[in-house]
């Protein structure tokens, strides 16, 4: 069994290296995870202490251009190659925490109605459908606003929105899994039903879920980004791209005077979350049987 794992794991591995678009996201993403890594080293620290609190070079609200001290200028007084730079750790930070923790609450939600049906399942899927009907990102909104701004605000508010969609698709496979012969035949010997979801089930559905991991990790960054745009996420002066945006709201002219603060956070946010969808899209190919040539 292990020996035909590890077959399957090296085609699954020589057919993703075989795919351009996976090539190319993975190049974007180990770009950013040697920038997140090497933070310290490429855009120095803050001498306060506060390593992710954009450092205030100027006491000067109006932006200041791109020099050779500052290459992605200054806008609010922050010198903005820092905030992109440590903004890309905060990029990993949400988007692997609410995706996990997301994905965690709605397999296991998923797994527990697929499985048992039944008044279990009807009351779990009303339950989704609650929450799917309020607008994600109005609700996640309100509930930053309630529990207040910061990071881990953002965080706490896009989990508890954020896990329906993946309990949604794990039932859909469960309901078809758990009629297999492999699953009748565990029953029979008696193995418990926690077992039987978590030996025999999940290993053969989860495919789906991981591809939609990796897609989903850019658009909670993008949302994130969105609310501390809106100034209900990140506290001012973070080292987040949403927040390096927000500053060039106050002014009028914006492609004029602070062109600098949209492009360059913007093109680390477009970059970062093309990595991840076109990793995604290769998983897609490589899983899903109907996306095979």
């Known amino acids: 069994m292990a020996v035909k794992r590890k077959s399957e794991f090296r085609k699954i591995m020589k057919k993703y290296w075989k795919n351009g678009t996976a090539v190319l996201g993975t190049c974007l993403l180990v770009f950013f995870i040697i920038v997140a890594v090497f933070a310290p080293q490429i855009a120095g620290v803050n001498e306060m202490g506060n390593n992710y609190q954009i450092p205030r ?100 508010a896009l989990i508890i929105f954020g896990w329906m969609s993946t309990a949604r698709l794990i039932r859909g496979n469960i309901l078809q899994a758990r009629e297999e012969q ?60 949403g927040t390096i945006l927000s500053y060039s709201r106050n002014w009028m002219t914006m492609l004029n005077e602070s062109w600098f603060a949209i492009v360059f956070p913007g093109t680390a946010m477009v970059l970062f979350v093309l990595a991840w969808n076109l990793v995604g899209d290769a998983l897609r190919d490589i899983f899903d049987p109907r996306m095979r040539s």
Not at 101 to 107: D, E, K
Not at 187 to 216: C, E, Y
Request: net charge positive; aromatic share 12%.
């Open 57 to 156: 070079v100027s006491w000067s609200s109006k932006p200041i251009a791109p020099t050779s001290e500052h290459p992605f200028g200054v806008i609010g007084g922050r010198d903005i190659f820092y905030g992109v730079v440590w903004g890309t750790r905060t990029a990993f930070r949400l988007g692997l925490i609410i995706t996990g923790f997301s994905a965690l609450i709605g397999v296991a939600i998923g797994s527990i109605s697929a499985y048992f049906g039944g008044w279990v399942d009807e009351i779990l899927m009303r339950i989704v459908d609650i929450f799917l009907s309020i607008p994600f990102l109005v609700a996640a909104m309100v509930m930053t606003t309630i529990l207040g701004k910061g990071l881990d605000k953002v965080i706490i």
């Open 182 to 241: 492999y699953v009748l035949a565990a029953k029979a010997l008696g193995q418990k039903d926690w077992k039987i979801i978590m030996k025999h089930i999940l290993p053969n559905t989860i495919f789906p879920v991981v591809v939609q991991m990796s897609m989903r990790i850019g658009s909670y960054v993008i949302t994130a980004a969105g609310l501390s745009f809106l100034g209900v996420g990140a506290e001012p002066g973070y080292a987040d791209w």
